[in-house]
C-alpha cells in the first residue's frame, strides 16, 4: 500500500479518531519543550496502557484501568473511531527525524568505497566530488523526478516510524534550484502522511559559477535568493556548512544575520570535519540548533547550553565516515538539550536507518535508551520548533505514534537495527502497518 495523507473529512465524525488498547508497554518524553540534561533520561513508562485521539489529537494516554480511560474509549467508540489491539505490544511517539538532505538525485557509492579504502570526505570534495556531484544531477532532475525520488524516500522513513522530517535544499546551489527543491517538498508535505519542515541550505557548498569566491556566493545568496525563498515562505530555517574550505566564519556570520532579519530560524552545520567554532557562532546567534559538532570544544558547547541551542547529533554520519562519535555524554552531562538525527544524504549518510541510530547511540556514544527516545521524538520536534504539538504521547499532541513489533520500548535499540515498526499512526490514522 502506498501511504497517501488523508485529510479530516467532516462529514466522517470518526477522522483522526483511534484508540489503541492493550498496550504492553507505553513510554514517552514529557512535556511540550526540549528536554535538558538529565531530563532526558527519564520517560514515563506504563505498563498495561490505552492512547485515545481524536480529530488527529490525543484525549488520553495511560493506564487501562482507570475511569477516565473507560470514559476516553466510551467517547472514541460513540464515534465509530476504529479500535486497535496493540496485543501487548509496546508503543512510542512517531520519530522526528530532524536533520536530512532527503530531496537529492543521483547516488555516490563508488564515493562510499573511495572512502572504505582511505580517502576522505573532504578529498572527494575538493576533487569536485561530493556536494558538487549531486548539484549537478540536482539541476538536471525535473520536478517531477524529484517528487517521485523523494516520495519513494519519504514511504521508507515512515516504514520506519518517522511521522515528521526536516528536508534542506542545498543541492541546486542557484536560485532556481534551490527554489525547486523546496517547491517539490511543500508539494510532498501535501501528498506524503510525513509531516515536511523545510530549510533553506543554499550555502551548503560553492558552486562553479563562484569558484574559489565563497564569499561572492554568499552576497549572492543574500542578495537574491533569500528574500525570494522569505517571500515565497518556503522555509522555515536557513541553515549552513560552517566548515573549513567550506565556508568561513566570517561568512557565515554575515549570512545567518541576513537569514535572522528575514525571520528565519537558524541552524548550522558546525565543527563536523574541523573544529573552527561553528559551534560557538551557533551560541552568539541564540541559533535553534547547530548540528554535527563532531569537533565542537567544549566551551563552545558550554556557550550553546548557556544561550539555550540545541545539539543535533547524527551517527549514522560518523559511522560512515568512519570518525568519531560526536560526544553527546558530555554535551547532556552539561545540561544541553541533544536530538538524535538521520542526516540522510548521497554523500556522508546514504542511511535513513532509525534503529541503527538507536544501536550506535547506546552502544558508542554512552546513551541510555531512554535518552535516545527522548533526542528522536520530544527533542526532535523541538529541533523544529514543534515540541508544543508533538513528540510525546500526552493529551493535546497530535496522535504521532508507533505499535512495535516487541513487548518493551528498549528492544529498538537492543535488538540493533532490526525492523521493529509493527503500525505507524499520524495524526489518529493509520498510515503504515507491516502487515499490509
Ligand atoms: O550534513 N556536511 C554537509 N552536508 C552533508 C553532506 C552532504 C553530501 O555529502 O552530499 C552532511 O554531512
Ligand atoms: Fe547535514
Known sequence: MRPTRQRSDPTETAAGSIAIVDIGELATP???????GAEMGRLRRVRGAALVAQAGRIIYAG?????ECKAALDAAKALGAPILDADGAACVPGFVDSHTHFLFAGYRADEFFWRAKGLSYMEIHHRGGGIRRTMEATR???????????RARLDSMLAMGVTTVEGKSGYGLNRDTEIRQLEVMRELDSLSPVDIVSTFMGPHSTPPEFEGRPSAYIDYLIGEVLPEVARLRLARYADIFCEKGVFGIDDSRRYLEAARSLGFGLKIHADEIEPLGGA???AEFGAASAEHLLKASKADLAAMAEAGVLAVCLPLTAFNLREPYADARSMIDLGLAVALASDLNPGSCPSQSIPLIFALGVLYMGLSFDECLSALTLNGAAA??????RGSLESGKRADLIILDAPEASHLAYRSGMDLVRTVVKDGIVAFSSAS
Open 30 to 36: 514529557i512535556g511540550k519543550g526540549a528536554l535538558r
Open 63 to 67: 493506564p487501562q484501568d482507570t475511569a
Open 140 to 150: 538536471l532532475a525535473s520536478a517531477s523526478e524529484l517528487l517521485a525520488l523523494g
Open 280 to 282: 560557538g557562532l551557533a
Open 384 to 389: 523544529l520548533g514543534l515540541a508544543g504539538d
